[in-house]
């Protein structure tokens, strides 16, 4: 599956971003969809994933209730919204596909979020 990601860019510390994934399958939603990133100097982490129907999501620690994953099966697309932002969100955003079990087959290219104090 081919993964596009975009939206990423430079903002201030509480400013927004919205990141959208889209993806070039015609069985997009046979997928669970996550989004990553990782960090300078860190491992990559999971921040948000979300179900094939959109009713189930998952959202790491650090981004709960700054951060909103919703996709669009009609527009084969998955949005991250980011609000409150903070320097330490900085990092190369991905987003990937599943078919279950947690295991992620196809990733995109990434988009950098730079978070300035």
């Known amino acids: 599956v081919l993964l596009v990601e975009s939206g990423g860019g430079l903002v201030q510390a509480g400013g927004s971003l919205r990141l959208s994934c889209r993806a070039h399958?015609?069985?997009?939603?046979?997928?669970?969809v996550g989004w990553f990133r990782q960090r300078p100097g860190k491992e990559r982490e999971s921040v948000a994933t979300?179900?094939?129907?959109?009713?189930?999501?998952f959202y790491a620690d650090s981004v709960k209730g700054r951060f909103s994953i919703s996709r669009d099966n009609r527009e084969n697309t998955v949005f991250l919204q980011m609000n409150s932002l903070k320097p330490e969100d900085t990092a190369v955003y991905y987003c990937?596909?599943?078919?279950?079990?947690?295991?992620?087959?196809?990733w995109g290219q990434g988009t950098q979020v730079t978070v300035s104090s």
């Open positions: 979300i179900s094939w129907s959109g009713g189930s999501t």
């Open positions: 399958t015609q069985t997009f939603m046979s997928y669970d």
């Open positions: 990937a596909v599943s078919t279950g079990g947690n295991e992620y087959s196809s």
